[in-house]
Every structure is written in C-alpha cells, then in structure tokens.
C-alpha cells in the first residue's frame, strides 16, 4: 500500500478498502505519512465525500488511533454530545436528570474555542471546581451521583487531534463525513453504552442549514449503531441562543436556574427532550414515559440534588445551587437599549457569540486566558417587539473600559422590523 494510491483513488471516488483506510490513519498518526499527502487526501474526500462504509472505517480507525476507555461504572452509561452552539449549557442540566432517574452520565468535555462556549470553561467558574480528575476519582464520583465532568484526555483519538489541525489549515473542515468521523471517534472511545447526539443548525452552529444536520445526525446515528451503541441523534435549531444567558458563569446560573424549576421556553424544552432521548436509550420506558420522569426530576428537585453532590465532590462550592448569586460577577456591565420601536425578526447567534467572546468571555486561539464572569443576558427574542428606549441585552465584563465595540456588534446582530408609530398631530 501507499499514499499516492489512496489519494488517487479517492481523487477519482473509487471506495477505498477498510484495510486501507486503516493503513492511512496508522501510518499518519505514527508520523510515517507527512501532512501534504494527507492534507492531499483529505482534500480529495473534502471535494468529492466518502461512502458509508468509508466513513465507518475512517471513524473506527481514529478510535482505535489511541486509549478507548473503560469505566467501571455501575448500571447503563450514557453520554451525549453537542455539535456546539451558543448558550448552550443542556449538558449541565441533563447529565443530573438522567443520573436522578439512574443512568450514570459520564461526560468528557472541551474547552469553548471560537464563538462557541464549552462546558469545563462553564464548570471551572464554580469556585474550587476541578475538571482534571483521576479516572479512579472520576469513578467513584459516578458511583455515588451518576453524574461526573472531566476534562478530554490527550490520549484519546491522537488521529483525530492531528488531522483536524491539518483540516483547520487547509480548509477541508466543512466535511460532512469528516466531521462526522472526527466526533464520533471521540466518543466512541469514551465507550458509553448510550450516545445522545445534538446535531445543531443555523447561524449560531457549523450546519447552517436544517438538511446538512440532518445529513451529519444520520451519518452518525449510523456510526454509532455500527459499533454496537445505543445512539439517537436530533437536529435542533441554533439559529438564536439557546436561553438568556451566554458565558461561562451566567450560563452555570441560567442551567442551575432550570434545574430549581424558576426557568422554562426552548432551553428547558430542548433539555428535557435530549434526557429523555437518554432514558428511553438506557431502556427506561417509552419516549412519552421517559419525558415523565425527567420532568419529574427537575419537579422534586432530584436532578438539582445530583448537581449539589456532583460540584461538591469535584471540589466546587455546591451552594452556588441554592444560590446562584454566590456564582462570579462581572465588575462592569452595561445595557444595550432599541433605538427605535422595532419587532425582533432573528438574532445572529454567531455574532451573539463572537460579542460574548469580545467581552473577555471565549477564546480566540487553543490557551487564551478567559473572564468567567464575562458574557450576555438577553432580555428579547425573535418574535418580540419592543419600543425605543427598551433594554434589548446586557453585557457583563470586567474589562470594563469600553463596551461601545461589543454594544454596536451586539445590536448589529438583531436583524429587525421597523414598527411605524403614527404619532397623532399636535
Ligand atoms: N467538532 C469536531 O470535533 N470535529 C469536527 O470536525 C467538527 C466539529
């Protein structure tokens, strides 16, 4: 076998053999094939897709590429994964429902990069909380909660780190297979029984439009099935924020603010609909029953509970859960107000997001230093409308010289409809 035959084939869409495949993915993460002949094939797929099968054979040779985890863990596990978004803090809320109805939620998360968030940046704004446990402590805290966070190990899926630097430099991210094998081989070697897959669309997401997430949550489902795992995947709309609240630890107040039952709308509805999607993997009933009793959950208090006991044994300070004010505040904040009657028609998540990031709240490059107590709380949504003068978002930073950047970007990201008044005649 070598390189230049693969790149040839898949050039001129010959499907290529498992063993192939697997020999390409070995011998790049090894360092025996230089990143121009695999920069060359990932080209080729960028231009002209992989088959199911290929795809298959790619995702399970990443997995293998490094250590596949196996937890000793009691009962089902679970897992799920976002494709990203803005405000999207629903693994904080549904890891403790599901762990309250007795499935141990064993989740291995990122860092926020970019105008998307990431759920250990949200959790080290606990005060004490920390995410880089040992596996045997990460254990025992499943054990007795169900629910535990820690941060990616740089031993899982060495292929995947490698090509997707190489991907982000030569413009062949935007790979619906490519991306598919990338995330699933993660999570594939993070080795749950259940996979709950939230494939994201709009402004705010990598899948603009509601057909290619379709597209990438099929071809993960199909993945997922393939090695053996129970996996649902759902297409959810990024196209405004998901809740009020974006930044790391405002959105830790808005997932605790669910969780003690004071918030509802489509950040409650999305989060009680992926735990449920769990449930009913984990073989808890039927969809409608196991909408029930994540509800439940939420209603007793049960799932808060689970929060309180997970933060307290990683270290964090758990009556941020009975008071959400004990959380990191931002020094300065500043009110970004209509400038003329107006109905909201969308928001421009992506912009929302790069706003926050601005605000000291994201991270431009891998390593970037973050404010966590930096961010937005929207006060519209699409379909409001308000009058001039009316409080459209708030901006928290503790940089506090100038919001008047992060104010016209913020306001330029609200696509609206001029409301006409017709004053009377004095
Ligand atoms: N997230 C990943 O982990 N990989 C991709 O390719 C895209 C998004």
């Excluded at 360092?31 to 790619?58: C, F, H």
């Excluded at 025992?140 to 941060?151: E, H, N, Q, Y």
């Excluded at 609909?273 to 959950?297: H, I, N, P, R, T």
């Excluded at 699409?382 to 009316?390: C, F, I, L």
Aim: hydrophobic share 40%; glycine share 10%; proline share 3%.
């Amino acid at each position: 076998m070598n390189a230049i035959d693969i790149i040839n084939k898949t050039k001129k869409a010959i499907t290529l053999t498992d063993d192939e495949i697997r020999w390409l993915v070995e011998n790049y993460t090894n360092g025996e094939i230089p990143d121009y002949q695999m920069s060359a094939w990932l080209m080729a797929v960028r231009l002209n897709g992989l088959t199911e099968e290929e795809t298959k054979s790619l995702t399970y040779a990443m997995r293998d590429s490094g250590e596949i985890i196996r937890l000793k863990a009691e009962g089902i596990t679970a897992d799920k994964h976002s494709t990203g978004g803005v405000g999207d803090k629903t693994t904080l809320i549904i890891g403790p429902i599901a762990a309250a109805c007795g499935i141990c939620v064993a989740k291995m998360s990122g860092r926020g990069l970019g105008h998307t968030g990431g759920t250990i940046d949200k959790l080290e704004s606990i005060s004490g909380f920390r995410t880089e446990l040992p596996v045997d402590e990460f254990e025992r805290i499943l054990r007795k909660t169900g629910f535990a966070v820690i941060s990616q190990s740089g031993e899982l899926c060495p292929a995947d780190k490698k090509m997707y630097d190489l991907r982000n430099a030569t413009g062949t991210v935007d790979s619906i297979p490519l991306i598919a094998a990338s995330i699933m081989s993660k999570k594939l070697a993070v080795n749950a029984d259940c996979l709950v897959l939230d494939v994201k669309y709009g402004s705010g997401a990598f899948m603009k439009t509601r057909e290619s997430a379709q597209q990438l949550a099929d071809l993960m489902e199909k993945i997922g099935k393939g090695a053996e795992k129970r996996c649902k995947a759902e297409v959810t709309d990024m196209d405004s924020p998901l809740g009020l609240n974006i930044g790391n630890a405002l959105e830790v107040a808005e997932a605790i603010e669910v969780l003690q039952g004071k918030v509802k709308g489509k950040l409650y509805d999305t989060s009680i609909q992926l735990a449920a999607d769990m449930l009913q993997l984990a073989g808890k009933g039927s969809y409608e029953e196991c909408v029930k009793m994540a509800v439940e959950a939420v209603d007793s208090g049960r799932a808060l509970d689970v929060l309180r006991e997970t933060i307290k044994l990683q270290g964090g300070d758990p009556s941020v859960c009975d008071d959400v004010s004990l959380l990191p505040v931002a020094r300065c904040s500043y009110e970004v107000r209509a400038v003329q009657d107006m109905k909201i028609i969308r928001i421009n998540c992506e912009e929302i997001g790069m706003t926050s990031l601005l605000l000291g709240a994201g991270r431009l490059c891998k390593g970037d230093p973050i404010d966590m107590t930096a961010g937005i709380i929207m006060h519209v949504g699409p379909g409001d409308s308000v009058s001039t003068g009316d409080t459209l978002m708030t901006l928290y930073s503790t940089l506090c010289s100038d919001f008047s950047d992060a104010a016209v970007r913020a306001l330029n990201a609200i696509d609206f409809e001029s409301v006409n008044c017709h004053k009377p005649l004095t």
